[in-house]
């Protein structure tokens, strides 16, 4: 009788969590939407606003507030957030409370490409369209071909390692032939690199030069810094 007992207080517990269980299913079922909160991993550069945002969530109705959750498609919703050019990933989800909490990570460009149509390179070295709602500070890069477009990334990435270099490059120039000059933040002169290849020894000896003409007080006096021979560099005044 005892074990017949126990399995029956058994059965009368499980039941009464299945209950409990699917009264909570129930009613995560009819709740209703009624916050919205839009936060971004990084807002630094705001290619895309709050309201666009909320746009692209909006799916049948002019409004998400007050539907119910059990008609949301999630996977719909960050599926067009995704499908935006400003926007790298999306999460979409509703806690219990109702609230639907939307977390997003813009893309994150890297440079300004100047052509017949103006895009921006980004840090995934993927082109993408400018904002309409904003303009980053990058370096600006003319004479652009698909064909330089590995080793440019490259570089970009390389400058954006290094404080002084990203801040105090402003623009990226190839001519014809592929051979690259730079234009800086704060002085007037010109930097001639000849081909990107080998950056990684030509920046720094860089640096070491501009730093010493700063010293000396003389860097307004030069017209150019010549990085295209190997390990060299070559400083031209102005007349």
């Known amino acids: 009788?005892?074990?017949?007992?126990?399995?029956?207080?058994?059965?009368?517990?499980?039941?009464?969590?299945?209950?409990?269980?699917?009264?909570?299913?129930?009613?995560?079922?009819?709740?209703?939407?009624?916050?919205?909160?839009?936060?971004?991993?990084?807002?630094?550069?705001?290619?895309?606003?709050?309201?666009?945002?909320?746009?692209?969530?909006?799916?049948?109705?002019?409004?998400?507030?007050?539907?119910?959750?059990?008609?949301?498609?999630?996977?719909?919703?960050?599926?067009?957030?995704?499908?935006?050019?400003?926007?790298?990933?999306?999460?979409?989800?509703?806690?219990?409370?109702?609230?639907?909490?939307?977390?997003?990570?813009?893309?994150?460009?890297?440079?300004?490409?100047?052509?017949?149509?103006?895009?921006?390179?980004?840090?995934?070295?993927?082109?993408?369209?400018l904002s309409s709602e904003h303009t980053v500070l990058v370096p600006i890069v003319t004479g652009f071909k698909e064909a330089y477009q590995e080793e440019l990334y490259s570089f970009l990435m390389y400058l954006k390692a290094d404080d002084l270099l990203e801040m105090g490059i402003t623009q990226i120039g190839f001519d014809k032939n592929g051979s690259v000059s730079l234009r800086l933040r704060a002085h007037s002169l010109k930097v001639q690199m000849g081909e990107l290849k080998g950056y990684e020894w030509k920046m720094p000896n860089f640096k070491?030069?501009?730093?010493?003409?700063?010293?000396?007080?003389?860097v307004d006096s030069v017209e150019k810094i010549d990085l295209r021979f190997d390990h060299q560099v070559i400083v031209v005044k102005k007349d």
């Not at 070491?208 to 003389?218: H, N, P, R």
């Open 1 to 129: 009788m005892r074990g017949l007992k126990d399995i029956l207080i058994l059965c009368l517990v499980s039941l009464s969590i299945l209950g409990l269980y699917a009264f909570a299913g129930n009613r995560h079922d009819r709740l209703r939407v009624n916050d919205i909160n839009i936060s971004f991993t990084d807002y630094s550069n705001p290619l895309i606003s709050e309201g666009n945002v909320n746009k692209l969530l909006i799916q049948k109705d002019d409004t998400l507030k007050n539907s119910y959750t059990e008609n949301l498609d999630l996977n719909k919703s960050e599926m067009r957030l995704d499908a935006n050019p400003m926007i790298r990933a999306a999460e979409v989800s509703v806690d219990l409370n109702g609230k639907l909490n939307v977390l997003v990570e813009q893309r994150t460009p890297i440079a300004r490409i100047i052509g017949k149509t103006d895009s921006y390179l980004d840090v995934d070295n993927k082109l993408m369209p």
């Open 208 to 218: 070491a030069m501009l730093a010493k003409l700063e010293k000396d007080k003389t």
